[in-house]
Each structure stands twice: as structure tokens, then as C-alpha cells.
């Protein structure tokens, strides 16, 4: 673990459900200021952790501390703390601006002022009056994060902030999140299945499968470690460039795409491979990294 | 403070609920049905009463006034006001679990008994204003429509009371009552910690008061031995304040009874609610 000021630490959390064994003696750190995606496939465990944090269930073993208060404080631990659990949901009958009233009054963050910013930041002022039943799921989950951010937490919580919503809402989602990081300097800690997602947004991560973590750390240093990534080249000549590629010892895995061309190659050799093209007079336009998340997450699954 | 705002919120959600609402309506148009039958309905036996009764006494106003009214209106509510009160107390913990609000609301930075006190508070809040309201209805409306006087009551003979201690009776009766459906709604308030939707709860509740209330009023030597362990017994201790005297060590035992039982249920809710895990 790293040595860097913490918002929210676990140790040795377990739970178990009859015969199934959520949660297994699991320990991570987030880092002050990060956005930090929590990753594994479906069951493994993610939304458990995050209901322990969040005070919904209890946890068998293991403790947590959040901003340096600990879990054995009972509910004050969450003090700094907000979270948005699965998809947001709402008392239907009441508008947004009542909503947020009601939660907002639960840690006395319930000044108009404070709830009109926040539904203008989640662009939802206009709509501030309409019943929640009239949103879409998007906006309520726009809804979920600006009632989540109305007690001015220092770390945030969310549980797959995304799921259930179409390309349009997911873009929109993922635009907040980074804006309230910067906005607001809030830790965020988000819980996904969508390796594309937690790339896009993400600092650091961690993985857990069955229960377990498999790794963690911050996104350079995870990529750091791996050999082979899948590369997109876009190139002027992709005739001439095929052929290099083909005789050249750096790539692998050669694959003639639309406006590209995708290649394994071991990380430190990129640099290389660009020089060489370009000496060959190869134009290059662009080089980018295609799914190494993914990637990094499937080699770890084969290990298991 | 923490809990006076907790207990606003609840009865904020309540009040914006409309099933909090079919008591009233139901009360609104039933009662004065009622009252306007009783005018009717009595109009034949007020003349035999009044010269029974005035060879040996009286009777200031109509014997058969706003205080009967009430007093008759107050009779048949037993299996319907808890079916009306347990709506909200059925409904307020897994109400929101169903809706999926507690995933909010349970992780804020407050204790899950300020949670479990602001629901009851709230849901006892409910009760006492329904109760208020079905008071009001029943005797303001009584005596405005058949008007006051003395208090014919027949219980070992009659007795007439007069009018300021009929009312003072009444408001004790009340009083009773209510204690009686803050018992259902501790009863309601339980099966809620329990389930996942609002339905069970009110069967629940109401399963529960049948059950007690066959059992305390079917008049068989086996229900007997234990009839006084069942609280429903006690339901009908109201009728008591119009006696003379009063059995006062009778209402406070049936009171303690209730008051007991009342607690017992809400201190298994909260047990239930302090370990229950928020999975939906």
C-alpha cells in the first residue's frame, strides 16, 4: 500500500451470505484526491464492500476508516462521507428540489441557496419543481449524485453510477464525475464492471474476483508492470507500413483495421517502432493504446 | 435537534403519501352517515326512553344527543381504524425499502435509532392526529348535529351524566383509544422492520388483531384463562370511563397492559432494524 494520506482505508473486511463468501478478508487504500474505480465481474464482491462502507450491512470481520475516523465509531465514520448506492431512487411523489430538502435536512445541508447550485450543476434547476416520477434515469441519477454531494463530502461513493443508462447518460455521468473532482476536490471512489469507463476517468483502481482483491494501485504503475499492449497506429501508408510491420521483430499480432493498423508490442519498445517508422518514412498521425484495462483484467482472471 | 428534524422529514413523507389520507376520507363520509342514520333511527325510540326515564328523573336535552351519538359511533370502529393506521405504520420501513429510498437515507451520518425513533415518532404524530380527527367527527360533529345535554348510558341500569362530565369521560375515552392504535402501530411498525413491501405489514397487523380478537371476545371457557394475556381484551376498556365509578385499578391495568405491550413490540422492531442488512 502506499504511503500517501488515505480517504478511505479497509482492513480485513469479510462477510459472508449462507453458503457465499462476499467479502474475503479485503484490504485497499484510496488515495486523498483520487478517482479510484473499484472493478470486478458481476458477484464478485464490489457492491458488498461498498454497502459495508455506506452502513447498509455489517460486516463479519475487518474494519474501515474514513478521513482518519474509524469504523468502530459506529455511523459517525461517514461523516465526510456520501454515497450514491446502485441506481438513485427518490420519493416519486416529491419533486427534486423537495428531495433534496428531505436529505439535505438529515445533516443540516438543507439551505435553498445550497440545492439550487447543485441542481444547476447537474443541470437540473430547470426541472427543479417536476415530481421525480417524470425523470428519466439519467436524470436521476444526476439527481443521486447532486443530493450525494449536498453535504459537502470530502470522499464520494458510487456504486455503477452508470448502469441503466444509455450512451448519451453514461457520457454524461462520466462528464460529472470528472467535473465534481476537479469542482469540488472530492475523492471518488466508483464501483464498475465497465473496464472502458474506469479507464476513461479513473487514477488508480482495484480488482477483486470472488470475494478477493487481486490488485491495486495507481493506473500508470498497473500499466507500468504489464508486457504487451494492443496498439492502434494510424498511418499514412498503411501498404508500406503493413509491410514493415510484418518484418519487424517489436509487433505481433498484426491486424489491418479500417483507418488503422492494431499491433501487440511490448510496452518500452513503442518509442522504438515510432523512430523506426518514422526513419522509414512512414507517417505517422497517431499511436494509441487500445483496452489495456481490459487486457490487464483478463490476464488476471487467466491467473486465477 | 437532530431528531425533531429526522421526525419532520417523517411526517413530511407521510403526509405526502396519499394512502395517509383514505382514514380521513373514509371517516369523512362514514361518520356523518352515521350520525345522520342515529338522527333517524331513533327518532321512534326517543319518545319511549324519554317517558321511561322522566317518571324517575331529569333529563336535560335529547336522551338520545350528541353524546350517545358518539358513544354509538365509537362502538363499531374496532376492526376499522387499525386497518387504517396500520396503512402507515405498515408502510413506514418497508415502504422505503421497497421504493429503494433507504439506500439514501440509511447512509448518512446518523444512527439507525434516530432513524427507528423519528419513523415511530412520526407514525405516533399520525396516529394521534387521526385519532383527533375521528374525536372531532364523532362527538363535534355529534353535538353540533343532535346537540348536548346529559349522558344517558345503560350499564347496570342507567346512568345520566351530566353534560361537562359526559365530555371529561369522553376525553378520557379518547385517550384510551389512542393508546390502543399506538399499539397497532407499534404492531404495524414491527412487521415493517421485517419485510420488503408494504402489503405484508398491513395483513400482517391486521392478522393479528383478528386472531387476539376472536380470541377476546368468543365466549368460551378455554379463550377465558387467557384472555387477559390478550391485548385486544383491553380494547373495549374505554366503555369503562362512562361507569360510576370509574374501575380505575381495572383501566390502569388494562393501560399497563397495553403500554407494556407497546414497547415490547417497538424494542423487537428496532432489534430487527439495528441488524437488518439494506440489500435492495
Not at chain 1, 526513419?279 to 487486457?295: C, D, G, T, W
Request: charged letters at 15%; aromatic letters at 12%; a neutral charge.
Amino acid at each position: 500500500m502506499s504511503n500517501s494520506p488515505a480517504a478511505l482505508e479497509c482492513h480485513g473486511l469479510s462477510k459472508r451470505f449462507k453458503t457465499i463468501q462476499a467479502l474475503d478478508n479485503v484490504s485497499l487504500q484510496v488515495p486523498v484526491g483520487s478517482i479510484f474505480g473499484f472493478l470486478g465481474p458481476n458477484g464478485a464482491g464490489k457492491s458488498t464492500l461498498i454497502r459495508v462502507i455506506a452502513g447498509l450491512i455489517k460486516s463479519d470481520a475487518g474494519h474501515f476508516t474514513i478521513f482518519d475516523k474509524s469504523s468502530h465509531s459506529g455511523h459517525k465514520v461517514r461523516q465526510h462521507m456520501s454515497t450514491l448506492v446502485d441506481r438513485a431512487d427518490f420519493y416519486k411523489n416529491l419533486s427534486a428540489f423537495q428531495n433534496m430538502k428531505i436529505l439535505g435536512r438529515l445533516t443540516g445541508h438543507d439551505q435553498e441557496d445550497q440545492i439550487n447550485r447543485l441542481l444547476d450543476l447537474l443541470g437540473l434547476y430547470e426541472r427543479r419543481k417536476d415530481k421525480v416520477k417524470t425523470f428519466s434515469q439519467g436524470m436521476k441519477q444526476r439527481l443521486g449524485l447532486a443530493q450525494a454531494l449536498l453535504p459537502n463530502p470530502k470522499l464520494l461513493v458510487l456504486d455503477e453510477p452508470t448502469t441503466g443508462l444509455d450512451p448519451q447518460g453514461m457520457h454524461e455521468i462520466r462528464d460529472f464525475i470528472l467535473k465534481i473532482a476537479r469542482e469540488q476536490n472530492v475523492t471518488i471512489f466508483l464501483s464498475s464492471h465497465l473496464l472502458h469507463e474506469v479507464e476513461l476517468i479513473c487514477s488508480d483502481i482495484a480488482l477483486i474476483f470472488n470475494g478477493k482483491l487481486a490488485a491495486q494501485g495507481s493506473m500508470s504503475t498497473i500499466f507500468q508492470d504489464m508486457e504487451d499492449v494492443s496498439v492502434e497506429l494510424e498511418v499514412e501508408n498503411s501498404e508500406s507500413a503493413l509491410k514493415y510491420l510484418e518484418k519487424s521483430k517489436l509487433a505481433s499480432d498484426i491486424k489491418p483495421l479500417a483507418n488503422a493498423i492494431s499491433i501487440e508490442i511490448q510496452h518500452q519498445a513503442i518509442p522504438e517502432l515510432i523512430r523506426d517508422m518514422s526513419a522509414k518514412n512512414i507517417n505517422i498521425f497517431s499511436v494509441s493504446q487500445r483496452n489495456r484495462l481490459e487486457k490487464f483484467f483478463l490476464s488476471l482472471m487467466d491467473k486465477k | 435537534m437532530i431528531l425533531l428534524k429526522l421526525t419532520q422529514n417523517e411526517l413530511y413523507k407521510i403526509f405526502s403519501l396519499i394512502r395517509s389520507y383514505i382514514g380521513f376520507v373514509f371517516f369523512t363520509i362514514i361518520i356523518p352517515l352515521i350520525l345522520w342514520g342515529y338522527g333517524l333511527g331513533t327518532t321512534h325510540i326517543q319518545g319511549q326512553i324519554e317517558s321511561a326515564v322522566s317518571e324517575m328523573f331529569f333529563v336535560e336535552g335529547s336522551p338520545t344527543n350528541g353524546f350517545t351519538a358518539a358513544y354509538f359511533v365509537m362502538n363499531f370502529f374496532y376492526v376499522h381504524i387499525p386497518f387504517l393506521i396500520a396503512l402507515v405504520g405498515g408502510d413506514i420501513f418497508a415502504g422505503e425499502q421497497a421504493n429503494g429510498t433507504f439506500r439514501i437515507y440509511a447512509t448518512r451520518p446518523i444512527s439507525r435509532l434516530s432513524i427507528f425513533i423519528s419513523k415511530t415518532l412520526a407514525t405516533m404524530i399520525y396516529t394521534l392526529i387521526f385519532m383527533l380527527y375521528f374525536g372531532l367527527l364523532t362527538l363535534g360533529l355529534g353535538l353540533i348535529w343532535h346537540g348536548g345535554g346529559d349522558m344517558l348510558v345503560f350499564h347496570q341500569g342507567i346512568l345520566i351524566l351530566e353534560g361537562g362530565d359526559a365530555m371529561r369521560r369522553f376525553i378520557l375515552a379518547y385517550g384510551f383509544s389512542f393508546m390502543n392504535m399506538a399499539l397497532v402501530s407499534a404492531i404495524a411498525i414491527f412487521f415493517s422492520t421485517m419485510v420488503r413491501n408494504a402489503i405484508g405489514p398491513v395483513i400482517g397487523t391486521m392478522a393479528i388483531i383478528i386472531f387476539s380478537l376472536m380470541i377476546s371476545t368468543i365466549p368460551l371457557e378455554v379463550f377465558k384463562n387467557i384472555q387477559p394475556y390478550v391485548f385486544t381484551t383491553y380494547f373495549t376498556n374505554w366503555e369503562k370511563v362512562f361507569y360510576d365509578p370509574i374501575p380505575w385499578i381495572d383501566l390502569l391495568r388494562g393501560f399497563s397492559f397495553i403500554v407494556a405491550n407497546l414497547f415490547m413490540f417497538l424494542g423487537i422492531a428496532f432489534i430487527i432494524f439495528r441488524r437488518k442488512d439494506i440489500l435492495s
